[in-house]
């Protein structure tokens, strides 16, 4: 059984930073490409970050390029998402999705195979 846990979420003001964390169990997902997803009320979900590989190949949307940096620790099985600079819409339940095939950094939803429960951050003016 694969397992995908976020946490870190919370309530921020905006300039604020925070640190989403992700932790997969249930297989070995250093070969895995890892990524963030956003939805925010009323919107469809959205690619936020992506990485794979043994070198750490990321990809960033526009939005957050610049602001947002994703990371992993294979020997913690967990990926990171590092936010700073953060707007009002940043607002959204964030989720961590994983892609077994680890080929390519995938920018869309039905690209993943395993979904976590999300973590909601909300950002105050």
């Known amino acids: 059984q694969v397992q995908l846990v976020e946490s870190g979420g919370g309530l921020v003001q905006a300039g604020d930073s925070l640190t989403l964390s992700c932790a997969a169990s249930?297989?070995?997902?250093?070969?895995?490409?890892m990524g963030w997803f956003r939805q925010a009320p009323g919107k469809e979900r959205e690619f936020v970050a992506a990485?794979?590989?043994?070198?750490?190949?990321?990809s960033y949307a526009d939005s957050v390029r610049g602001r947002f940096t994703i990371s992993r620790d294979k020997a913690k099985n967990t990926v990171y998402l590092q936010m700073n600079g953060l707007k009002q819409e940043d607002t959204a339940v964030y989720y961590c999705?994983?892609?077994?095939?680890?080929?390519?950094?995938?920018?869309?939803?039905?690209?993943?195979?395993?979904w976590g429960q999300g973590t909601q951050v909300t950002v105050s003016s």
């Open positions: 990485i794979r590989g043994s070198a750490g190949v990321t």
């Open positions: 249930g297989r070995t997902f250093s070969s895995f490409a």
């Open positions: 999705a994983a892609d077994p095939s680890g080929l390519l950094v995938k920018k869309k939803p039905y690209e993943y195979d395993y």
